[in-house]
Structure formats: structure tokens, C-alpha cells
């Protein structure tokens, strides 16, 4: 190389070494770094407030307090009791010959099931109860115990001292005249309506054929009477974790409120003691469930929590309100304890079970490609979900040159936001936005 020529380069490297450092000022080297919030609007945490078996009451007491608030509840309820969807029956072999066979073989692990799941459609009340009582024996283990149960029961319908019926009983449910109108009307104030199941068995105890029809049908209905949007949910029934129902319901539902493993989700249930502030995990769901003696001062700390924290997502379970359902809470308890959460609002999200699950995940699946040049900050993403059911809006965090006096968003060419607050934090100037991440392409400039 001649010594001109390496003058040259040298000059050209220190030239270009210039510019970089003139760019390199401490406040804009950040600039494009773009990163998802861990809730939305950038609070500290969020709260679900759900209700389980469709109780009447929690429609025509709880959610008018609830809309007047302007939050938003979701329902996990029974399908089988709302006119015009299937109300629930045995699937299987005949009754008649699975109620002689009982009579001759005493259950055991084949027949279980089977008998647990018919005895349920036995009659009122006591067949269910019979079932119920099977589903709790097995769940705590307790499986001598569960089949004897089932002998006893069978052996009580042999003799005629359970009375057979074809009626369905709905778990702890008074005569209720919801209908599919009503609950597309409750979607269309915000709420989400979801699946409870048909008709609130253990499904621990259900064999393969009558767990799947519980778990599909009732899916099927709400799809065909409220849409494919509110086919994302279900609670199965009693809280069950049970593997195989699990393993089961997560085959039909993208969400569950019961379990979903995911590496980056702690769950804590109902029945938990575990403290969610101690988790170390990215995200806790910490399940609570106001009881009947639940005080306030118990209810309002738990809001307390997530405010102490940032990675809390408190789902409340109610069940009964006012005279209606298991261990109900009164009007004006939700009333006060409703206010209390409104009024925590600049800091907590309040959103339904599937917005936020689709929140965190889409979060978790997403992968940003920020790309700075002449004077505007683009943004790409890429994610596997799919963008038809995993549509919430993100809240992201972009870093801007300190120069920029004003912000505006663009998507596709189309102004989403102008005129956006930029704030400051230690790595330089900010904005915060909300944006579908399936809007293509975001560019983001100065607004003048
Ligand atoms: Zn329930």
C-alpha cells in the first residue's frame, strides 16, 4: 500500500470515528431501543375480576354496578342451562346395561369413569350429588374410597331408593332465565362471557367421551351463539387440576384459568399461601376468591399487593351475589370494593381473563426489529401467534432523539397517534404507545 493511499484511509477511519462519537452523545445512543411494557398502558399490574357458574345474580346486580364503572367482568358460565344449547347428557353405552353391570362387577379402574359419568344423569340432586362426591374422593386421592362410593350409589339406584330421572341438575344453580340475547348483549359492553362447561361435573372423574363433550360442546354453543371470540376461555369446574382434564381442556381451549404452564407464568390458586411478591418469575397469576367472610380490609390488601409490585396479575373469583349462588358477597360490598379498584385504575389494568393471557403472551412471542434512519425510527414485528385471536394491543416504550420536540406514529402510512408525551429516564427520551402489532409496519418522527 503507498503511504498516500494509507494517509487516505486513515484520515477516512478517524472521519468516520468523528461522526460516530458526534452521535454517540450519551442521550441518543439509545435510540430506536423499543420494548414491550409488562401490562398494558405501562401500569404496575393487573386484575381480572371472573365469576363462575352463570348465577343470575352476578348479571343483574354485580355487572350493573361493574358498568357503571366502566369495568370490565368476565363469566365463566354453564351452557347447558341457557335456552337453545345442548343441556347436557350421558355419552355411552346404554344406561340400562352399565346399571346391571353394577349389580356384577364391583368398580375398578376400567369401570370407573364410565359409572362416575352416568351417575351424574341419574336424577335430581342425588345422582349428582353421588357424582360429586366420587370427584372429590378421587381428587384427594382417596381412590378405594371413590369406587366404593360409586357401588353404593349404583346399589341405591338398583333398589329404587335413588329415583331415576332424565333431569339435568345444574351445580348450585336457581332457576335462571338467561338467555344467549343477554349474554351478546354483556359482550357488547365489554364483558367476556366464557366457558364454565355444560353442566358442572368433576371432570376428573369423567371418562374420555363424556369429558370431550363438555369441554367441545359447550365451546360449540358459545362459538354459535356469541362468535369464535369467546371460544378462548374456561374455568373447569371445581378448580380442578387434575392432569388429564388438564392435558384434556388445553386440546379445546387456548386458556385456561385453572392451569396454564407456561415458563414465565407462576400460578398460585385460590387455596394458595404462597406469597406472589416473592416470586421471581416474570409473571405470577395469584388467584383470590372472596368468600362470604371475607372482610374488605383481606379484599383491599390484595389490591395493595399488586401495587407493590410489577409482576402480579390478580384474578378475582366470585361466586354468589346477594341471594343467589355459593358464598355470596352483597351489592354493596362489590360496590365499595369496585370503587376502590376504580380508583387505583392510573395504576392497575383491569381487563378480562383472555386479554390479559393474550397480553402476556403476545408479549412473550413477539421479536422486535427497530431500524433508525433519516430521522425516523421503523419498527417490525414478527410473531408465531396467530394475529386473528391474538389481537390485544401492546404497550411499547421507544427511545427518541433528544432533539425531537414532538412525536407522531405511523402504521402503513396512516397517522394511529400525534402529539404523544415524551418522557425521560436515565437512557434518554421516551414515548409510550399503544399499538395492534399487527398493523405492519410502525414509523415513528418527529411530528414538525
Ligand atoms: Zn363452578
Redesign the pocket.
Same mark, same amino acid.
Given at each position: 500500500m503507498q503511504k498516500s493511499e494509507l494517509i487516505k484511509k486513515t484520515m477516512t477511519i478517524l472521519f468516520i470515528g468523528l461522526i460516530l462519537l458526534s452521535c454517540n452523545n450519551s442521550q441518543d445512543q439509545h435510540v430506536g431501543q423499543t420494548t414491550v411494557s409488562k401490562w398494558q398502558g405501562n401500569k404496575k399490574s393487573a386484575v381480572s375480576i371472573t365469576y %363462575? %357458574?352463570g348465577i343470575i345474580t352476578q348479571f343483574t346486580v354485580a355487572r350493573p354496578i361493574m358498568n357503571k364503572l366502566n369495568l370490565p367482568a368476565t363469566f365463566?358460565v354453564l351452557t347447558g342451562k341457557v335456552y337453545g344449547s345442548e343441556e347436557g347428557r350421558f355419552i355411552g353405552r346404554s344406561k340400562d346395561d352399565i346399571i346391571r353391570e353394577t349389580d356384577l362387577i364391583k368398580t375398578n379402574a376400567d369401570n370407573f369413569f364410565e359409572r362416575a359419568s352416568l351417575i351424574g344423569f341419574t336424577g335430581p340432586n342425588q345422582g349428582l350429588m353421588a357424582h360429586s362426591n366420587a370427584g372429590s374422593l378421587f381428587e384427594s386421592g382417596k381412590i378405594t374410597e371413590a369406587y366404593k362410593s360409586i357401588d353404593e350409589a349404583y346399589k341405591k339406584l338398583r333398589n329404587g331408593n335413588l329415583k331415576d330421572t332424565d333431569e339435568v341438575v345444574y +351445580? %348450585?344453580n336457581p332457576q335462571d332465565t338467561t338467555s344467549w340475547d343477554d349474554l351478546r348483549k354483556y359482550t357488547a359492553e365489554g364483558h367476556e362471557i366464557a366457558s +364454565?362447561s355444560i353442566t +358442572?361435573p368433576r371432570m376428573a372423574v369423567l371418562d374420555e367421551a363424556n369429558l370431550l363433550y363438555e369441554l367441545e360442546q359447550s365451546k360449540m354453543d358459545i362459538s354459535k351463539h356469541l362468535g369464535e371470540e369467546f371460544t378462548f376461555s374456561v374455568?373447569c369446574?371445581?378448580g380442578t387440576e387434575n392432569e388429564r382434564v388438564m392435558e384434556y381442556a388445553r386440546s379445546v381451549y387456548p386458556a385456561l384459568r385453572n392451569r396454564m404452564p407456561e415458563t414465565y407464568l407462576d400460578e398460585f390458586n385460590r387455596s394458595s399461601d404462597q406469597d406472589p411478591g416473592a416470586s421471581e418469575n416474570e409473571y405470577v397469576q395469584w388467584q383470590r376468591g372472596p368468600l362470604t367472610n371475607s372482610s374488605m380490609d383481606l379484599m383491599k390488601s390484595w389490591i395493595d399487593k399488586c401495587l407493590a409490585n410489577d409482576n402480579i396479575w390478580l384474578v378475582l373469583v366470585f +361466586?354468589g351475589v346477594d341471594n343467589f349462588g355459593w358464598e355470596p358477597k352483597t351489592a354493596e360490598e362489590l360496590q365499595d370494593y369496585f370503587t376502590f379498584i376504580k380508583e387505583k385504575e392510573n395504576d392497575l389494568w383491569v381487563a378480562t381473563f383472555a386479554d390479559v393471557t393474550k397480553y402476556i403472551k403476545q408479549r412473550q412471542n413477539i421479536d422486535i426489529i427497530s431500524d433508525v434512519e433519516d430521522g425516523s425510527i421503523s419498527l417490525t414485528f414478527l410473531s408465531d401467534l396467530d394475529p386473528t385471536i391474538y389481537n390485544v394491543p401492546l404497550t411499547f416504550k421507544t427511545y427518541v432523539p433528544g432533539s425531537w420536540k414532538s412525536v407522531k406514529v405511523k402504521s402503513n402510512d396512516k397517522e394511529i397517534t400525534t402529539g404523544l408525551e415524551i418522557n425521560k429516564d436515565d437512557r434518554g427520551n421516551y414515548i409510550i404507545f399503544n399499538v395492534s402489532p399487527l398493523q405492519g409496519k410502525i414509523v415513528i418522527s418527529a411530528s414538525v
Open positions: %363462575d %357458574d365463566f +351445580h %348450585d +364454565h +358442572h374455568e369446574p371445581y +361466586h
